[in-house]
């Protein structure tokens, strides 16, 4: 006979009711009539906290525990009437030593099913993804060195080429966001001790800056305050003095909502003999950019934003001046997982026959990339971009008529991405962003990095740059603005 001991009462606890198939309750005992020679006491204690939500989430976690202890009974029981079943008493001994050394329950948020809201995601990313692009993302997995998989990242390949304006081979995606990206371009192209040279307006070049002196560049800083940017002449003359190896510039800087003019940077770099890192993580697919002609060495982007994609891949490419840089090192990368001598491989860029095991890559999200880019390249690049500034445009006026000022003053300098507002005087912007979260399902965000306190920020890229999605946004910003108290932040 298996006897299962259901969960007694004692110190407030008890989880009844529900009788086992085959079984019969006696008092808080479930026995199971499995085998004549064969006992086996299965005894389960739960500890239900302040998450415990009622007797539903009981009875969830009654059926999973009674069902696995009946299951593992039932092959025990099988094992005795075995020819082996000599031999399967230590098994026997193991599972049972198993089953009571278990004092952590399952806890009961996993006994429920995954739930997600619907919002609408008018933020600075991630932006809404489309039901094709989430299709994509669903297919069954294959193996991440599959030919068919080879396949699908050669696609990729092509569609970042397409999408960065660039013929460089050394084109991949990496497996991570767009900080991978950014890390990845650092640790390659720089070794400790040498100069780097970083523009910084935002966040993002703060954190390239940080990056370079953890793994012990000497890093200068440029500095202007959020929604500033540096002229070409500014450039030169920092260039010139501090002799960097690498010079980075953010031409979508999201936290402050500025497009960074990039014309002529490149040839000031290779005049230095130096190279040009550009971060488009916000603007790629909204604003013009062409990696080959304007003479930038080292792109990089993420495919959270008007890529359409979930988060966890970002693309990159690297030209032939910056190859002979990582690739003639005196040291190797402090990051194994980035390091492009591997990555090079992976995807096919180094010439080699074969692909050799690297990492496992993020199987679904390269199908999803590939999906994204695949709406790119039929849409176009230029009509993405006429679209992303139309809708930006119109959402501008839309602003302006409900009195709110815009952060960047200079129409040309504006991300069309990601569109950034002054914070309205006399109100609190964290309670202005809580209303629109909580009554229209819709998230905005504040400022981040250097500017927070200083913006509130609108996101309508990819697939939700629509004048319907801008509407929406205006409705929920004057909904806000009527409904809050006015009070200082």
């Not at 500033?228 to 003095?241: D, L, P, T």
């Not at 990582?326 to 010439?351: A, E, I, Q």
Request: positive net charge; contains cysteine; proline residues 6%.
């Amino acid at each position: 006979m298996v006897s299962l001991i259901a969960l007694k009462s004692g110190a407030g606890l008890a989880i009844r009711g529900g009788t086992p198939s085959r079984g019969q309750k006696v008092k808080d005992l479930f026995v199971l009539n499995l085998h004549p020679n064969l006992t086996v006491r299965f005894s389960f204690s739960v500890s239900l906290g302040a998450g415990f939500s009622g007797t539903r989430t009981a009875a969830v976690m009654q059926r999973a525990l009674f069902s696995r202890s009946a299951q593992l009974a039932q092959q025990a029981a099988a094992a005795l009437d075995s020819p082996l079943a000599g031999r399967s008493a230590p098994l026997l001994q193991r599972l049972d030593r198993s089953m009571s050394s278990v004092t952590i329950p399952p806890p009961a948020c996993m006994l429920k099913p995954l739930e997600a809201p619907l919002r609408y995601l008018f933020g600075p990313g991630p932006s809404n993804v489309p039901p094709r692009v989430l299709a994509a993302g669903g297919r069954p997995i294959i193996g991440h060195l599959h030919p068919e998989m080879y396949e699908i990242m050669n696609d990729i390949k092509k569609g970042i080429q397409y999408a960065f304006q660039t013929e460089n081979n050394m084109t991949i995606s990496m497996s991570g966001s767009g900080h991978a990206a950014m890390e990845c371009a650092v640790f390659n192209t720089v070794e400790p001790g040498e100069s780097v040279l970083v523009a910084i307006n935002g966040i993002w070049g703060e954190r390239v800056a940080e990056i370079a002196e953890r793994m012990g560049a000497n890093v200068h800083r440029m500095v202007k305050s959020p929604g500033g940017y540096f002229s070409n002449k500014e450039i030169e003359q920092a260039v010139e003095k501090h002799k960097p190896v690498l010079f980075f510039l953010t031409h979508g800087e999201s936290s402050a909502g500025l497009c960074h003019p990039v014309d002529g940077i490149g040839d000031i770099c290779r005049k230095h003999n130096c190279l040009f890192l550009v971060d488009t993580v916000a603007s790629l697919g909204a604003a013009p950019i062409f990696m080959d002609k304007q003479n930038i060495d080292i792109l990089y982007t993420g495919s959270q934003k008007a890529l359409n994609a979930p988060p966890g891949t970002a693309p990159i490419s690297f030209n032939e001046r910056a190859c002979h840089k990582m690739f003639n090192r005196k040291t190797k990368p402090v990051s194994y997982l980035f390091d492009m001598t591997h990555l090079s491989n992976y995807w096919g860029c180094d010439g080699e026959p074969a692909r050799l095991y690297h990492h496992t890559g993020p199987v679904s999200g390269f199908f999803a990339l590939r999906e994204s880019l695949a709406i790119l390249a039929e849409k176009g690049l230029e009509e993405s971009w006429r679209k992303h500034k139309e809708v930006a445009a119109y959402l501008y006026r839309g602003l302006e008529d409900l009195g709110l000022k815009l952060f960047v003053p200079e129409r040309d300098l504006r991300l069309p991405s990601v569109t950034t507002i002054a914070i309205p005087e006399g109100y609190n912007w964290r309670e202005l962003l809580t209303y629109i979260m909580k009554h229209h399902q819709m998230e905005m965000t504040g400022g981040l990095g250097p500017s927070i306190g200083m913006v509130m920020r609108i996101g309508l890229m990819g697939y939700n740059c629509e004048k319907t999605n801008a509407d929406m946004a205006l409705h929920a910003l004057a909904d806000a603005l009527k409904t809050c108290k006015k009070s200082k932040a």
